[in-house]
């Protein structure tokens, strides 16, 4: 059994209602960088929320912008209908000070519609006095209306409990078939991605054009490479986000972070003629982000006139800009006449060995007490972090909980100090290792 597949909340609203304070306020996160390692910055408009009954991906669908005579423009309303197809709950977010608009009618009957799950966050009411202009909000017809105050933090908790109860349950489900390899093929635009998959099947069952953003929908195709089973996942290209337009595109990029939530192993393309770019990062962070094992790969490696320099550049420049990525595996591929092809797959074998392995406690208690012989635990206050015994929790990646007295006193230098001795110890070099601190209960 695995961790159930990632629950998506969406916001949405008309400008100037709050929304992006109401996502830093529920991320915890200030413009979205929500990692401490360089280059691993997200896209704005997605967050994860970490909560005690489980964590979901927040979606900021960016503001709706209608003319009074026309009302909500075509594109607009495509990117509402797609956003709320796409998530499992949906924060219609309003300007309590304002009171309804047309706008926010328009808005609500859409949701209607669709008869999704909303909960209704009325915003900017910064004081509880404010609180009886919530009934002006009746009219929009929907259930669940939770005064808030996203600057000064107010009312978010009730407003996190009406959207986890409305969310389905974060609890269990199936294995994948026994020795089956999800690999997801990501990366920006017109790089390459459904004519590796093309070349791997032999035939053109991916539509293959110039014309970036051909691949919308995520495609999965289940194909036996050496004797070994795995399932292809063609994504849409993901754009910088200044590029991702609206409406049916920016739902793209969320359809390909939901292909990579269901993926073992991401393999990420890069052009070799555009070079390696910032976005890369960005999906690898993605990556990395939902604890997803990496391949790099260079495609178009045919288009090179100085291949023997343009690997030392490459080399050199994902050692700079990929530096959190160190451990990866990388190649120069070209999936036009086949180049080092069957170097994916090899590659993406002896990732889902460390990706799945499974250490006994008894392994993991050993590896702890010698890391901590070797390097103290750090001074806290007037006595010192203790660590009392660790056990690995779970796979795909290796996640390994360690109790202690102080769990928000561990500093990330020692977690990472901790982190980098399981991976020596269990042979985990190429691939994400998760480490948890939790306090030791009277139970435990």
């Known amino acids: 059994m695995?961790?159930?597949?990632?629950?998506?909340?969406?916001?949405?609203?008309?400008?100037?209602?709050?929304?992006?304070?109401?996502?830093?306020?529920?991320?915890?996160?200030r413009e979205a960088i929500v990692h401490d390692e360089p280059g691993v910055t997200r896209d704005r408009h997605y967050g994860r929320v970490e909560l005690e009954e489980g964590s979901f991906t927040l979606i900021d669908t960016g503001g709706?912008?209608?003319?009074?005579?026309?009302?909500?423009?075509?594109?607009?309303?495509?990117?509402?209908?797609?956003?709320?197809?796409?998530?499992?709950?949906?924060?219609?977010?309003?300007?309590?000070?304002?009171?309804?608009?047309?706008?926010?009618?328009?808005?609500?009957?859409?949701?209607?519609?669709?008869?999704?799950?909303?909960?209704?966050?009325?915003?900017?009411?910064?004081?509880?006095?404010?609180?009886?202009q919530v009934t002006d909000f009746y009219s929009l017809g929907l259930d669940n209306l939770i005064p808030v105050s996203s600057e000064h933090g107010l009312g978010v908790s009730p407003l996190l409990e009406a959207v986890t109860e409305l969310l389905p349950p974060g609890g269990i489900e199936a294995e994948p078939p026994e020795g089956v390899i999800r690999l997801a093929v990501?990366?920006?635009?017109n790089v390459g991605k459904s004519s590796l998959i093309n070349k791997v099947l032999g035939q053109e069952r991916m539509v293959v054009s110039d014309v970036p953003g051909t691949t919308r929908d995520a495609v999965d195709t289940p194909v036996k490479v050496n004797g070994r089973d795995y399932l292809l996942m063609d994504t849409a290209g993901i754009r910088k986000p200044g590029r991702i337009k609206k409406g049916v595109e920016r739902w793209s990029v969320v359809r390909a972070m939901k292909t990579m939530d269901r993926a073992d192993v991401a393999l990420v393309l890069i052009d070799a003629v555009e070079g390696l770019t910032d976005q890369e990062a960005r999906v690898c962070g993605l990556a990395l982000e939902r604890g997803r094992a990496v391949i790099l790969a260079v495609n178009k490696w045919d288009l090179m006139e100085d291949p023997d320099?343009?690997?030392?550049?490459?080399?050199?420049?994902?050692?700079?800009?990929?530096?959190?990525?160190?451990?990866?595996?990388?190649?120069?591929?070209?999936?036009?006449?086949?180049?080092?092809?069957?170097?994916?797959?090899?590659?993406?074998?002896e990732i889902y060995a460390q990706y799945t392995y499974r250490a006994s406690t008894s392994e993991v208690n050993r590896v702890l007490e010698e890391s901590v012989r070797h390097h103290q635990a750090p001074i806290i206050g007037r006595g010192r972090l203790k660590l009392f015994y660790a056990t690995q929790v779970s796979t795909r990646p290796p996640?390994?909980?360690?109790?202690?007295?102080?769990?928000?006193?561990?500093?990330?230098s020692y977690s990472r100090y901790l982190q980098n001795r399981f991976r020596e110890a269990f042979g985990l070099d190429r691939i994400p290792v998760k480490i948890h601190f939790r306090k030791r209960t009277r139970r435990d």
């Open 186 to 189: 990501v990366g920006r635009p």
């Open 64 to 132: 709706f912008e209608p003319t009074a005579e026309e009302g909500l423009p075509q594109l607009m309303r495509a990117q509402v209908e797609t956003a709320v197809a796409e998530a499992d709950v949906v924060i219609f977010i309003l300007d309590g000070r304002q009171g309804v608009t047309p706008m926010d009618m328009e808005i609500a009957g859409l949701l209607r519609k669709r008869s999704k799950k909303v909960v209704a966050a009325i915003n900017k009411l910064d004081d509880p006095r404010m609180y009886d």
């Open 309 to 349: 320099r343009s690997f030392k550049e490459f080399k050199d420049l994902i050692a700079y800009k990929l530096k959190f990525l160190s451990y990866v595996p990388w190649l120069v591929i070209s999936a036009k006449n086949g180049r080092n092809m069957q170097k994916i797959f090899k590659a993406a074998e």
């Open 399 to 412: 996640t390994f909980v360690v109790f202690t007295n102080a769990p928000d006193k561990v500093h990330f």
């Open 2 to 29: 695995q961790e159930s597949a990632e629950r998506y909340v969406a916001l949405v609203g008309r400008p100037n209602v709050g929304k992006s304070t109401l996502f830093n306020r529920l991320t915890r996160t």
